[in-house]
């Protein structure tokens, strides 16, 4: 599957944005997906995963109760709601997938990602 990351920008300290993730070349719902980002020097750091159905989600602990994953699988998209933003939330924010069928921990694991988007800066000024 191929994934297209976007809806990044400036946003203001204590604000929000929504990214999307667009799929496209398999069945949408066959996959977990997950949210990644990744600053300068760092390792990409875990955010959010969500399952085939959307049913069951799971957050890092840096993001949890301000973030919100979600999918529709109609559209083929998922989203990340993010509040309350940060200057530490300035990333570039990666989609990725696991197999096809896989479990939800395909994607809440860095090494068993199948396939990432290509990234999408999030600039968060104080």
């Known amino acids: 599957v191929q994934l297209q990351a976007s809806g990044g920008g400036l946003v203001q300290a204590g604000g929000s944005l929504t990214l999307s993730c667009a799929a496209s070349?398999?069945?949408?719902?066959?996959?977990?997906i997950g949210w990644y980002r990744q600053v300068p020097g760092k390792e990409r750091e875990f955010l959010a995963a969500?399952?085939?159905?959307?049913?069951?989600?799971y957050y890092g602990d840096s993001v949890r109760g301000r973030f919100t994953i979600t999918r529709d699988n109609a559209k083929s998209t998922s989203y990340l709601q993010m509040n309350s933003l940060k200057p530490e939330d300035t990333a570039v924010y990666y989609c990725?997938?696991?197999?096809?069928?896989?479990?939800?921990?395909?994607?809440?694991?860095?090494?068993?990602?199948?396939?990432w988007g290509q990234g999408t800066l999030v600039t968060v000024s104080s």
């Open positions: 969500i399952s085939w159905t959307g049913g069951s989600t």
């Open positions: 070349g398999r069945t949408f719902s066959d996959y977990a």
């Open positions: 990725a997938a696991g197999s096809p069928d896989g479990p939800i921990i395909e994607v809440i694991r860095i090494e068993s990602v199948g396939s």
